[in-house]
């Protein structure tokens, strides 16, 4: 199974942009890369996800590296309800299965 | 209807009880999932149901049984756990697990197990 590694916190200021990276050099050619958060006391909820192209949505931007070995999730303006851990995740071939990093804990300070 | 419901909120078992987890979702999913959380770690996949047939049971011990009775609800049956059974039971769904195709997955909030 191909895996991600992520730092494990990360710190920003609010209504600055955040740039969250994560490594996955085992990456196949067909594995989707998925950005997933989790607020506390909440289920994982969907951020975004990607290929080979860059992609943006309302809530955030991913940026993949043209060899895909890596990526990253950009929040634009952090607010304090983006404090989370961020999983990035490469899904398996296998249907449905996500491989679940260990995540990034971000904090976001007023 | 954006929403997967788990219940209970919060499970407290002794080790010879039998009880079961409860989740349910009303947005015509075909895919429903179980995972286990241990504090501080990520979730890990236990099972996938696809179309109301078990499709990946990633080994975990018989004393979880998952059931799927229809497309809307899924079942996790629990007898006999041990205490590092303890942890936090997430309830996912997606629209279908197609091979080459991607379906977000949405969580339930999740059962805080404590098993005594």
């Known amino acids: 199974d191909a895996k991600t590694t992520q730092p494990n916190s990360m710190e920003s200021n609010e209504e600055e942009p955040v740039h969250l990276p994560c490594n996955h050099s085992t990456i196949s050619g067909t594995d989707y890369i998925h950005w997933y958060r989790q607020l506390p006391s909440q289920g994982p909820e969907y951020v975004i996800h990607g290929l080979t192209s860059n992609v943006n949505n309302r809530m955030a931007s991913l940026a993949i590296a043209e060899d895909r070995k890596s990526s990253t999730l950009i929040l634009h303006r952090a607010t304090l309800r983006d404090a989370a851990v961020y999983y990035c995740?490469?899904?398996?071939?296998?249907?449905?299965?996500?491989?679940f990093g260990q995540g990034t804990t971000l904090q976001v300070k007023p | 209807d954006t929403e997967v419901t788990q219940t209970p909120k919060h499970l407290v078992m002794g080790m010879t009880n039998k009880k079961s987890l409860k989740c349910e979702q009303h947005m015509g999913h075909r895919a429903m999932y179980w995972y286990k959380q241990k504090a501080k770690k990520p979730p890990e996949l236990m099972f996938v149901?696809?179309?109301?047939?078990?499709?990946i049971n990633e080994s975990v011990p018989s004393r979880f049984s998952p059931e799927c009775p229809n497309s809307s609800l899924l079942n996790l049956h629990l007898h006999a756990l041990q205490p590092e059974d303890s942890a936090l039971y997430l309830c996912?769904?997606?629209?279908?697990?197609?091979?080459?195709?991607?379906?977000?997955?949405?969580f339930g909030p999740g059962t805080r197990l404590t098993v005594l």
């Open positions: 995740i490469l899904r398996d071939s296998r249907p449905g299965k996500l491989i």
């Open positions: 149901y696809s179309y109301e047939k078990l499709s």
């Open positions: 996912a769904s997606s629209q279908g697990p197609a091979v080459g195709s991607y379906n977000e997955q949405f």
